[in-house]
Structure formats: structure tokens, C-alpha cells
């Protein structure tokens, strides 16, 4: 017979709903703070407001469900005109082109890399110079195109000389990443380099710690592994990089 919260489980409900209610409120500030930064300076709580604090609360899991019966496409294309006009970080100033990402908006597999680099800012694609030429022989090595995933970066502006993404611009950049996420709902991300695996699994582990197995994320199973543009400077990552190219292979044959 079920009982009534008493004692030590009444307290420890009233803890998880308080800190639930301090998550909300979290986000509903993160979320007033980048439309303040988009240029509303004013803010009105109107029911669409509360709708957009709300939807800013759910996961991408539960956003992916919440727009089930929506246009995939549609919905990243929606996104799109938000990211390109982008100005919260002084990447605005130095980017020549916005790289937004591309490919399957319903794909069960996202690569996710660092950040941009000269011949993508240049023509607004992921992955298209060298780097992006050996992403896409390791997409077809497990049987795939790459019209079947979705490949984009964390940042989607390059850093001059492609320095590592700071603090602030990562911040910055990452409510982008997760809209597209949250939108393309994946089984599986792959995180391409030490700076991406470590930005979304929030640790300062090294690569050879990470790789080799999934780790959860926001509903969706993530395989770290080393980034194609060090395969090229270093030969011997492409047998660890393989192995767990062979892991996601696997996984997707069971969905």
C-alpha cells in the first residue's frame, strides 16, 4: 500500500522539486539574457514568452518529440536566419561566412567538430577541405553518405588562425548546437576531436580516455574520437578511429 511522503522522503521530494524549480529558473535567464543580447531590450512575460522559457526548459529529446509532427527541415531552416545573424561574440567581426552545418535533417548520426576552419568560413560548409574530404571516407567505410548524417561544429564561426574556441565563445555558440540537436533528435553523436568531446560531455579528460565507448547524452549515445585534421598529422589514430567508427556501425544496425 502506497503511503504519503513523511519524514526524511517528504524532504528529500521538497529538495528535487527545488531544485528542479531553480533549473527552470535557470534557463528562463539564460534565455531572456540571449534575446537581451539579440537586441530586445525590453521583455514582456506574454503567453509566448512563457512558451518559449518552456520550451527553452525540455531536452532536446523532448523538444525532438514536441515537434514530431513538424518538418524536420523546416524546423533547422527556421534556426538558420538566428545563427547567421549572429553577433553575441567577436567572431561576427572576423567570420566571412556563418557555417550553420548540413546534410539529413531526420539522420540517426551527428558529427559535431570544433569549430570551422579557412575553406569552411570561406564557403559556409562543414568539413570541406582536407579534414572534411577524410570525414567523409570514414562515413562511407561504415556504409554510409553523407547525405545520411548531419555534420556541423560546435562554433559556427572559424577562430582567427584557428586557435581553440574560448570560454565565452563557446557559451555563446552552444544554445545554437543544441537546437539543432534538439530539432534533428540523433541515436548517436560523434564528437570529433578533444575540444568538441570535452565541450559536450563537460570534462577535461583526455582523448584516450574518452574514446572506445558510448557515453550518455541528452537521451542520445556519444562516441568521442579523434578528428579527422589529426588522423592526417598523425597516422597512428586511424586504427583507435576506426575501432570506434566500427562501435557506431554496430549500433545503428540494432535500431
Same mark, same amino acid.
Given at each position: 500500500m502506497l503511503r504519503p511522503y513523511e519524514g526524511s522522503d517528504k524532504m528529500k521530494h521538497d529538495e528535487n522539486a527545488g531544485a528542479e524549480l531553480l533549473e527552470v529558473i535557470g534557463l528562463?535567464?539564460?534565455?531572456?539574457?540571449?534575446?537581451?543580447?539579440?537586441g530586445?531590450?525590453?521583455?514582456r512575460m506574454k503567453p509566448e514568452t512563457w512558451l518559449a522559457v518552456e520550451d527553452a526548459a525540455r531536452s532536446p529529446a523532448e523538444a525532438a518529440a514536441a515537434a514530431s509532427g513538424k518538418d524536420r527541415d523546416e524546423a533547422l531552416e527556421s534556426l538558420r536566419p538566428a545563427v547567421e545573424? %549572429?553577433?553575441? %561574440?567577436?567572431?561576427?567581426? $572576423? &567570420?566571412?561566412?556563418?557555417?550553420f552545418g548540413q546534410g539529413n535533417p531526420n539522420a540517426k548520426l551527428?558529427?559535431?567538430?570544433?569549430?570551422?576552419?579557412?575553406d569552411e568560413d570561406a564557403q559556409g560548409l562543414a568539413f570541406i577541405g582536407r579534414a572534411g574530404k577524410l570525414l567523409t571516407k570514414i562515413?562511407?567505410?561504415?556504409?554510409?553518405? &553523407?547525405?545520411d548524417v548531419f555534420i556541423c561544429n560546435?562554433?559556427?564561426?572559424?577562430?582567427?588562425?584557428?586557435?581553440?574556441? $574560448?570560454?565565452?565563445?563557446?557559451? %555563446? %555558440?552552444?544554445?545554437?548546437l543544441r537546437e539543432q540537436l534538439g530539432i534533428i533528435n540523433p541515436a548517436i553523436i560523434c564528437a570529433l576531436g578533444n575540444s568538441?568531446?570535452?565541450?559536450?560531455?563537460?570534462?577535461?579528460?583526455p582523448m584516450n580516455r574518452m574514446r572506445? &565507448?558510448?557515453?550518455?547524452?541528452?537521451?542520445? &549515445?556519444?562516441m568521442p574520437t579523434y578528428h579527422p585534421a589529426a588522423l592526417l598529422r598523425n597516422p597512428q589514430y586511424k586504427r583507435p578511429t576506426w575501432e570506434d567508427m566500427q562501435m557506431i556501425q554496430k549500433e545503428l544496425k540494432k535500431l
Open positions: 528562463a535567464k539564460k534565455f531572456l539574457e540571449q534575446e537581451k543580447k539579440r530586445l531590450e525590453i521583455v545573424g %549572429c553577433t553575441t %561574440c567577436a567572431l561576427a567581426s $572576423t &567570420r566571412t561566412n556563418v557555417v551527428v558529427f559535431v567538430g570544433e569549430a570551422p576552419g579557412a562515413i562511407e567505410a561504415i556504409d554510409l553518405k &553523407r547525405s560546435i562554433l559556427k564561426c572559424r577562430p582567427p588562425n584557428n586557435r581553440t574556441p $574560448t570560454t565565452q565563445e563557446v557559451e %555563446c %555558440c552552444i544554445p545554437y568538441a568531446a570535452q565541450t559536450l560531455l563537460e570534462t577535461k579528460s572506445g &565507448r558510448f557515453h550518455e547524452f541528452e537521451g542520445a &549515445r556519444l
